[in-house]
């Protein structure tokens, strides 16, 4: 079974640097999908940014990016220039490709990050 | 607009009653889930549905009972609640399950 690992509980920045949150998973699978999800106070759950784990390159959307080194099964979120808006908890997850409608997320517990003015 | 939209958001009930949530998604996307996110903030799969068809079906009391009337539509019906079933309860949805999951804003459920 996939399982992901967050070890940060919490992580506090300064606004206007950098950060840098971790996420390790395990799975036999070569072919997946890793994501990161903002939660804000709000709750909602929001998308920030995905990587296919067929594609080296690392994606990147705006002021965040990962570091995705998949021998290493680690997957890890950085965000430039924090903003206070920034301020939430942030889930990694794992999905699986194939098996459709079968594919869930399976989460982390989740980074609490702070943002110091 | 709400792409994904739960009612209510706030849920406040005794133990024992039975208790619905309801989910509509106006993306045309033909796969929704239900999750749960304890009190230590974990989420974790409980439901999943396809074209109307139980896909998944986590190891979740059978207290618990998704219906979903349409593609657009899923409701998660609770009996009996207990004391452990409070919670945030969120609803998702994709298309064909490979596309990101959209979430909606959650119903937080205190049971007294």
């Known amino acids: 079974a996939q399982t992901v690992t967050q070890s940060q509980p919490e992580m506090s920045v300064q606004e206007a640097e950098t950060v840098t949150l971790s996420c390790t998973y395990d799975t036999s699978e070569s072919d997946y999908y890793l994501f990161w999800y903002k939660q804000p106070p709000s709750r909602q759950m929001i998308l920030v940014i995905r990587q296919e784990a067929y594609k080296q390159q690392n994606a990147t959307e705006n002021r965040f990016s990962v570091n995705f080194q998949k021998a290493a099964k680690s997957f890890s979120l950085k965000i430039s220039d924090s903003q206070l808006g920034d301020a939430a908890m942030y889930f990694c997850a794992y999905r699986r490709v194939y098996g459709g409608a079968t594919n869930k997320l399976i989460f982390g517990t989740g980074t609490l990050l702070a943002v110091q003015p | 607009d709400t792409a994904v939209s739960q009612t209510p958001k706030y849920l406040v009930t005794q133990m024992g009653n039975d208790k619905s949530i309801k989910c509509e998604q106006n993306l045309g996307h033909d796969t929704m889930y239900w999750y749960k996110q304890d009190s230590k903030k974990f989420l974790k799969i409980m439901f999943s549905y396809n074209n109307k068809e139980l896909i998944i079906n986590e190891t979740v009391p059978n207290r618990f009972s998704p219906k979903s009337p349409d593609k657009a539509h899923l409701n998660l019906h609770i009996n009996s609640l207990e004391l452990g079933d409070s919670a945030v309860y969120f609803c998702?949805?994709?298309?064909?399950?490979?596309?990101?999951?959209?979430f909606g804003d959650g119903t937080r459920l205190s049971i007294l």
């Open positions: 998702a949805s994709s298309q064909s399950g490979f596309q990101p999951q959209h």
